[in-house]
């Protein structure tokens, strides 16, 4: 069974700072993999794709990389915002049962501190 | 990419009561899921709602707990049925956009207490 793993579980930063969020997931043979955030007690927001093809996606202030042979990403937050603080989730894709599923970590919970 | 709307926002039942929540969409979608959220966890899959067929099930859901619709493109339901606390949590769904294949969108989520 697929297993993801986000470290760190909380962080909190001041604001400004730049930051990195870590993923590791158990099985390479993911077909892409979403970066989503979640404010609370609220949906999902997807911020970024990222095909099993590519190494990097950019959207704005975020940048995520993908390493698939060791099963990593990382999300690059830059110039943090208050507006930033949310729960930010990993979620790899892999082929199932006539779909591609997603499996999810438990989060990386980012506080921005004006 | 797709709107995706749910109802109820946010519910409280009775223990033994059921629930059904509703998802549309603004737009014809071929792959629906069905999303829990307990508390303090992260999402865990319930059923992918395929129309015009029955839903597939993963592995600890089954139909007769949470048996879900598919009537059309745009639209689904997940009932939760005879709940129990244990049922408490966010239940959003999900869509695969055919403008960004296979990368999925989620509705605003209805959280469901049961007391």
């Known amino acids: 069974k697929q297993e993801v793993t986000q470290i760190p579980a909380a962080l909190s930063v001041p604001e400004g700072e730049n930051l990195v969020l870590n993923c590791s997931f158990t099985d390479s043979a993911i077909y892409n993999l979403q970066w989503f955030r979640q404010d609370p007690g609220k949906g999902l927001t997807s911020l970024l794709l990222?095909?099993?093809?590519?190494r990097e996606q950019t959207s704005g202030r975020l940048n995520a990389s993908l390493d698939k042979s060791s099963g990593r990403s990382t999300l690059y937050i830059a110039a943090s915002q208050p507006g930033d603080s949310a729960t930010y989730l990993c979620a790899p894709t892999y082929s199932g049962a006539g779909s591609y599923q997603l499996t999810f970590g438990k989060g990386t919970k980012l506080s921005v501190i004006p | 990419s797709a709107v995706i709307s749910q109802k109820p926002s946010r519910d409280i039942c009775q223990r033994g009561t059921s629930l059904t929540i509703q998802c549309q969409v603004d737009s014809q979608v071929t792959m629906m899921f069905w999303y829990r959220q307990q508390p303090g966890q992260s999402l865990t899959l319930i059923a992918t709602?395929?129309?015009?067929?029955?839903?597939?099930?993963e592995s600890g859901f089954v139909i007769d707990k949470f048996p879900i619709s598919r009537p059309n493109l745009t639209f689904s339901t997940l009932t939760v049925s005879n709940m129990s606390p244990e049922d408490s949590s966010i239940y959003l769904c999900?869509?695969?956009?055919?403008?960004?294949?296979?990368?999925?969108?989620f509705g605003p989520g209805t959280r469901l207490t049961v007391l």
């Open positions: 990222i095909q099993s093809s590519q």
């Open positions: 709602a395929n129309q015009g067929s029955e839903a597939t099930y």
């Open positions: 999900s869509v695969e956009d055919g403008w960004s294949p296979n990368e999925q969108f």
